[in-house]
């Protein structure tokens, strides 16, 4: 009890260190990227040498092109916003992977990889500036720094995060790579979904800064829910039903439609 009072008392301390940008939401992120590039380079590289590599392809540069006119206009939203600092710390890559996942993720500093398993369901271009508006926004709302900070306290009582891969890199790895998306444990699933939903808020708009039409959101998610022959119970996924991101999407779309309008 003593152990759960006091790491209460340290996430409250922390929680109100840093805001994520657009959203204003208090976080718990006390990690440094610098901290974290080790493990977001091994990271990286390990996945574009285990998966062949199509960024070449058509598909692949239509990836880059969409990455590309989106983390521009991201970034001009933060430097407009008083955010240099955190726009300093990306150093942006996309590339397409030849798998049969369906799956996209973004590591810290805007290492994002998309899989060709998704390309189906995003059909088209502004299909995949949803997802990669979602994306960005983890990397721009530091949810991996969130979620590793969040599971260095849990898992070893302190925030140091060499001390910690000093102790036990295996399970410090392993934190990193459920902070990013990769793994996937039960203990984090709630703490994920509110990542997952906000980073949906996020990506939203941030599509719509950069000229594509947000209304193709909740489109894009009912393709999702259409294409899968099973989807798991909202519980044992760390993502949203797919019917529930459509519901929360279309509430927040005039927000979103605001940002939209003004590029057109």
């Known amino acids: 009890m003593k152990k759960a009072a006091c790491l209460i008392l340290i996430l409250g301390l922390f929680s109100s260190c840093s805001k994520v940008p657009l959203t204003g939401r208090s976080q718990l992120a006390f990690l440094s990227n610098q901290e974290l590039q080790p493990f977001v380079n091994e990271e990286y590289t390990k996945a574009l040498k285990t998966n062949k590599l199509v960024t070449n392809s058509d598909a692949g540069r239509q990836v880059v092109q969409v990455g590309k006119k989106m983390s521009e206009a991201v970034e001009k939203y933060l ?33 994002v990889a ?12 502004t299909g995949i500036a949803v997802v990669m508006g979602h994306e960005i926004a983890h990397a721009v709302a530091s949810h991996a720094n969130e979620r590793m900070s969040t599971g260095l306290l849990v898992n070893f009582g302190f925030g140091v995060l060499s001390a910690a ?17 990769i793994g996937s444990e039960l203990k984090m699933l709630q703490f ?3 990542h997952e939903l906000e980073a949906d808020r996020m990506g939203l708009i941030f599509m719509a800064m950069a000229g594509y039409d947000p209304r193709e959101a909740p489109v894009f998610w009912d393709r999702m829910a259409a294409s899968a022959d099973q989807v798991p119970p909202e519980f044992l996924s760390t993502h949203p039903g797919p019917d529930r991101r459509s519901e929360r999407l279309n509430a927040r779309m005039p927000e979103a439609l605001e940002y939209y309008q003004r590029i057109k």
């Open 192 to 194: 994920s979904r509110k």
């Open 114 to 125: 998309f899989y060709t398993g998704i390309l189906p369901i995003t059909q088209n271009e």
């Open 165 to 181: 891969a000093g102790q036990n890199p295996t399970l410090t790895q392993e934190i990193f790579l459920q902070s990013v998306g």
């Open 79 to 111: 430097l407009d916003e008083g955010y240099e600092d955190l726009v300093k710390e990306f150093d942006w890559e996309f590339n397409l992977l030849d798998s049969d996942q369906v799956n996209a993720w973004c590591m810290p500093g805007g290492k």
